[in-house]
């Protein structure tokens, strides 16, 4: 993916300003930044939820524009109604089939559905309602559903961040086996620098609303 020059501004407030950057395929891009620095507003110019100044375009790995690109998003929090009593399984299998899930879940969706939850361990979580789950299940949920459509780029929003140290070690190499075997990229935010610096190719600090130095973490 390339981004070149992409700017959005609210109301005399400039969120995002001039940034430019690219993600190849198979990469892992590091964004660190505090609240309000603009991450959350990239996120939605990558995604096409807001309108903005410059261009966002995919690239196939020989530099030819993509005529599609399957992009995937794991907020740092789901939102949703909890008391609302879809399972696990529903809401990955939403994402799969336009067959409304109240008439029932086909048997090749469930099997699909139970191979992404067996790639972030969370089998038993299948038939669980989502709002009985804690932020870390409702982060390997939200991991699941993203990979049962095998996208070509994952944004990933502080994936990490209401997990303990054991089940982030996990996720991060999940995340890193998942990707060497589909060349997966990924736009990985953190406030982390530790954690970027371990998972990342290359790491950029935003602050209001602009990119810095491109830089390589420390090598190991």
Do not use: W
């Amino acid at each position: 993916m390339r981004v070149e020059h992409v700017s959005k501004h609210y109301s005399g407030h400039t969120a995002l300003d001039d940034v430019s950057l690219d993600i190849p395929r198979g990469s892992v891009y590091g964004l660190l930044g505090p609240n309000g620095a603009g991450k959350t507003t990239l996120i939605r110019a990558l995604l096409g939820q807001v309108e903005y100044k410059g261009v966002i375009r995919h690239l196939t790995t020989d530099g030819r524009p993509a005529a599609d690109v399957r992009t995937g998003y794991v907020p740092q929090q789901l939102e949703f109604d909890r008391s609302s009593p879809v399972t696990v399984t529903d809401f990955m299998a939403a994402s799969l089939s336009r067959r409304p899930v109240f008439l029932g879940v086909s048997k090749k969706t469930r099997e699909k559905v139970m191979g992404a939850l067996a790639r972030t361990h969370c089998e038993k979580l299948c038939r669980r309602p989502l709002g009985a789950l804690s932020g870390g299940e409702l982060q390997r949920a939200a991991l699941a559903r993203v990979t049962v459509l095998e996208p070509e780029m994952i944004l990933l929003d502080e994936p990490t961040s209401m997990l303990d140290v054991i089940t982030q070690a996990q996720m991060i190499d999940f995340l890193r086996r998942y990707q060497q075997q589909h060349q997966t990229a990924y736009l990985f935010i953190t406030h982390s620098t530790a954690l970027a610096e371990q998972f990342c190719d290359e790491i950029v600090n935003m602050e209001d609303g602009r990119l810095g130095t491109l830089e390589a973490p420390p090598q190991t």
